[in-house]
C-alpha cells in the first residue's frame, strides 16, 4: 500500500512570495489533515478535511494560507505572502474515515522562508 | 481545550536497557484515545502504540508498553531492550472519540538518544 506522498520535501523562498504544497493521501482515505510544525514543537492542526468538505480550520491563518481538496482526493495547502514564522514543516496526514483511530502521515514539506 | 504537556525535552538511554518517557494531558472528555507517536529524522511520524480510554488494561506493543493513569491524565511510554533504531523524536498526542473535528493535539516531545 503506498504511503501518503508530498511534494516537495524541501522549499526555500523569500518573505513575502507565495509557496504551494501538495499531498496526495492514501487511496481510498476520506480524511486529511494538514498540520504545521514549527522547529521543536509539536504538530498543530492546521485544517481537517472530510471528502472535499472543510470540517476545521480554527487554527488557519487564512488572511495568508488557503487549502483546497479537489475532488476529495489530492490536497493544496498554500502560503500567499509568506512570514518569516511560516518557516516550518507542513506535514499532510490522511485516515480511512474521520473517526478511524490511525492517521498516516506523509514526510512532510520543510519550508525555509528568509 | 485539550492540552498535552512532556516535561522530558531529552533523555538517553543505554542500549538494551529500559526508559520511561513521561506524558501528562488535560482533557474535560471521558472518551478519547492518547498515542505516542515516533518521529526520526526523515520527519515521518510513525505510530507507536495506542490506548483507548475506556480500556483499563495497559496497551502493549512488543517492546513498547504504556501506564495509562485515568484519573491522573498521565500516559507514560515504557521502551524494554531498547534499540538504536529507537533513537528519534517520541510525541505524546492526545484525540477525542467524537465524530467530526478530531485531530491530534501533540506534545512538544522528547528527543531520546540510545547509547551504544
Known amino acids: 500500500e503506498a504511503g501518503v506522498a508530498q511534494s516537495p520535501r524541501y522549499k526555500i523562498i523569500e518573505k513575502r512570495q507565495s509557496v504551494a504544497f501538495w499531498c496526495n493521501p492514501i487511496s481510498g482515505h476520506a480524511t486529511l489533515y494538514w498540520y504545521q510544525q514549527i522547529l521543536g514543537q509539536g504538530p498543530k492542526l492546521l485544517i481537517q478535511?472530510?471528502?472535499?468538505?472543510?470540517?476545521?480550520d480554527s487554527q488557519l491563518p487564512k488572511d495568508r494560507f488557503s487549502a483546497e481538496r479537489l475532488k476529495g482526493v489530492d490536497s493544496t495547502l498554500k502560503i500567499q505572502p509568506a512570514k518569516l514564522e511560516d518557516s516550518a514543516v507542513y506535514l499532510c496526514?490522511?485516515?480511512?474515515?474521520?473517526?478511524?483511530?490511525?492517521?498516516?502521515f506523509g514526510p512532510g514539506t520543510r519550508l525555509t522562508v528568509t | 481545550a485539550q492540552t498535552v504537556t512532556q516535561s522530558q525535552p531529552e533523555m538517553s538511554v543505554q542500549e538494551a536497557e529500559t526508559v520511561t518517557l513521561s506524558c501528562t494531558y488535560d482533557?474535560?472528555?471521558?472518551?478519547?484515545?492518547l498515542f505516542w507517536y515516533k518521529q526520526p529524522p526523515s520527519r515521518q511520524m510513525i505510530l507507536v502504540i495506542r490506548q483507548e480510554a475506556y480500556k483499563q488494561q495497559n496497551a502493549t506493543e512488543n517492546r513498547f508498553s504504556v501506564n495509562f493513569q485515568k484519573a491522573a491524565k498521565s500516559f507514560s511510554l515504557k521502551i524494554s531492550d531498547s534499540q538504536l533504531g529507537d533513537a528519534a523524536m517520541y510525541f505524546c498526542a492526545y484525540r477525542r472519540e467524537k465524530a467530526g473535528a478530531n485531530n491530534l493535539f501533540f506534545g512538544t516531545g522528547t528527543r531520546l538518544t540510545v547509547i551504544p
Open positions: 496526514a490522511s485516515s480511512l474515515q474521520g473517526n478511524s483511530y490511525e492517521q498516516y
Open positions: 478535511f472530510q471528502n472535499n468538505g472543510v470540517v476545521d
Open positions: 482533557t474535560s472528555e471521558s472518551d478519547y484515545y
